[in-house]
């Protein structure tokens, strides 16, 4: 999708800039409610725990470690990680990391990270931050004091802030997930096995016209069996 499909769409709906819940009411009416309400419903029961699981399993590295940690609550009391859900995630993405994209960049899944979800410290300008990112593909700007203390969402799309309804970790995902069917955004390159398992494992959509890689196949059947 193109910066110019972005402005557009935020033309015709500017109520996306200011009104919070809407992209979750475009996504409803796209695929109805039982697949809109699939990743809160079921992150915490069915995936979260293999996430976890299959996670130890990994090459450990610092940031493995602190992920870990974090997703079983095992550092309550650090301010300077994620939470238990963002963690969780994170993990995921650990299991399905980057491949080298168009350009042949190869990046690790800790970078990758940062194409998913920054934290902002409430004291600092988001327009300054908003001015320094590059790239049309959208990510969850998460504000507050610390990483583990935050008090507000947003969806960064072209380097416009949409406010989150969510004021979970895991429901700012669930809309940011949601953002690429409502602007017809593609994937970003480096997290495409990450959200392409997410798309047809979690919510179970448009299972049939997905291209799935080789990877995704496997970690389903690996979780699952």
Not at 79 to 108: Q, V
Not at 140 to 156: D, P
Request: glycine share 4%.
């Amino acid at each position: 999708m193109t910066s110019q499909r972005t402005t557009d769409v935020l033309k015709t709906f500017p109520r996306l800039l200011d009104v919070k819940g809407l992209l979750n009411q475009d996504f409803v009416l796209l695929f109805g409610e039982e697949t809109s309400s699939r990743l809160l419903e079921r992150w915490d029961t069915t995936f979260k725990p293999k996430v976890i699981e299959e996670s130890k399993h990994l090459t450990k590295s610092t940031e493995l470690h602190r992920l870990l940690n974090a997703a079983e609550k095992h550092a309550e009391d650090d301010d300077t990680n994620w939470d238990s859900d963002m963690a969780s995630l994170l993990l995921l993405l650990h299991l399905l990391p980057p491949t080298a994209g168009r350009k042949r960049i190869n990046i690790s899944a800790s970078d990758a990270e940062d194409k998913m979800v920054h934290f902002h410290k409430s004291c600092c300008s988001i327009d300054e931050h908003l001015r320094g990112t590059e790239g049309k593909q959208p990510y969850i700007l998460a504000v507050g004091r610390a990483q583990k203390r935050i008090h507000t969402f947003y969806i960064v799309v072209d380097k416009q802030l949409i406010p989150c309804q969510a004021t979970r970790s895991l429901g700012a995902f669930d809309e940011l997930f949601k953002s690429h069917y409502v602007f017809s955004l593609s994937y970003d390159e480096f997290l495409v096995h990450f959200y392409t398992f997410v798309q047809t494992t979690v919510y179970s959509t448009d299972i049939t016209t997905t291209d799935e890689s080789p990877r995704v196949r496997e970690f389903r059947a690996k979780l699952f069996n």
